[in-house]
């Protein structure tokens, strides 16, 4: 049997070399093809570092591909690359900005990295009327709603994502908390109910976190302090329900287990400041004022650092859209200047 090389030496030269090129395109796809394969397979194992390497090279040459590149986007923001993670979304969002993939990652940087809440309600908002049949467009605008204190909004939403899919406990508990938010306790007392009821069966510990953040608000603290200790032995790192059983504790004067969950809110949480508010109060309980003086201190502490951050985000996205499109039109010296204010 001939090989390809003697075949193409028999045929007229600019169809062999048409023939030779053609080959070697089929061989260049194979292999990009394989180079996602990989990248997809190691972000299924979250080995981001390999998955980084190999979904780079893939995007590299398929720029447009919203898969590859929301994917490398993952793989950077889990080397703790957000700034590079957000810039590859939006030269993606430039090309195709009806991505919902894209945009979903998008709003979830803009609002956990970049502090940008409003941006971020604008983005999940274009999501929604983009795929109004996506049930996770609605849980996440709902639980922006939520974090804003938009109750009627968020009302809206998981009503939205309850319609879409019926009788999924954590979206019904997700409806019945924000019900309760909103001062409706005739309708998140039985939809708590059934949310309780269907999660028997495949407990997840977030209905009952939120369940038990919804007692702790009605002053059922007894109650509130059982259900907490039942999400927590479902996932002991759960941090937030560490934080609400302390909560609890505070409620009935139980200032050592306060403490001690309040504690183990840090063990779990470091950078999360509302606990040493948290903390300052049962020092005072406990008639400890050196304690409660050092928690004063680190709050002011992560509150600088936080808005320092925030700053730095700004600046550092501001300077990295400025510098990108001038290195890309060959404006090496301009871009340089930009590049030198984010190294600074």
């Given at each position: ?6 075949v ?10 048409l023939?030779?090129?053609?080959h ?34 893939y995007?590299q ?28 979304l939006e ?66 939403c ?56 919804y ?30 059983r ?22 779990e949480?470091?950078t ?33 650092h ?39």
């Amino acid at each position: 049997m001939e090989t390809f090389v003697q075949v193409s030496i028999r045929l007229p030269l600019a169809f062999a070399v048409l023939l030779v090129v053609t080959h070697c395109h089929t061989i260049l796809a194979q292999g990009l093809d394989e180079h996602f394969r990989l990248g997809k397979t190691y972000a299924s194992r979250e080995q981001w570092k390999e998955a980084e390497e190999h979904l780079r090279i893939y995007r590299q040459a398929n720029p447009n591909s919203a898969e590859a590149v929301v994917l490398h986007a993952r793989a950077l923001i889990n080397l703790n690359q957000p700034f590079d993670a957000i810039l590859e979304l939006e030269e993606l969002l430039a090309i195709n900005p009806d991505s919902v993939p894209a945009l979903k990652l998008y709003a979830t940087l803009l609002y956990s990295t970049f502090h940008d809440s409003a941006q971020a309600e604008e983005v999940r908002v274009r999501s929604t009327k983009l795929a109004p049949d996506d049930v996770e467009v609605w849980t996440t605008l709902g639980a922006l709603y939520l974090a804003k204190a938009k109750y009627t909004d968020a009302i809206e939403c998981y009503e939205r994502a309850d319609r879409l899919v019926p009788h999924q406990p954590l979206i019904m508990a997700q409806l019945a908390y924000s019900y309760a938010k909103a001062n409706r306790p005739a309708e998140a007392t039985p939809k708590f109910d059934e949310a309780l009821r269907l999660n028997e069966s495949a407990p997840d510990a977030v209905v009952y976190l939120l369940y038990a953040d919804y007692l702790l608000g009605q002053d059922r603290y007894p109650e509130s302090v059982s259900i907490y200790t039942k999400a927590l032995s479902l996932n002991p790192r759960l941090a937030d329900a560490y934080y609400g059983r302390a909560s609890a504790y505070l409620k009935l004067k139980d200032w050592k287990q306060a403490e001690a969950d309040a504690l183990a809110v840090i063990r779990e949480a470091k950078t999360r400041k509302d606990v040493h508010i948290l903390l300052m109060r049962i020092y005072r309980s406990l008639n400890k004022p050196e304690s409660v003086e050092e928690h004063a201190a680190l709050l002011e502490k992560f509150t600088a650092h936080e808005q320092a951050q925030q700053s730095l985000s700004r600046d550092l996205r501001l300077s990295l859209r400025t510098a990108e499109p001038l290195l890309r039109q060959g404006q090496f010296a301009e871009a340089a200047k930009h590049y030198e204010d984010i190294v600074r």
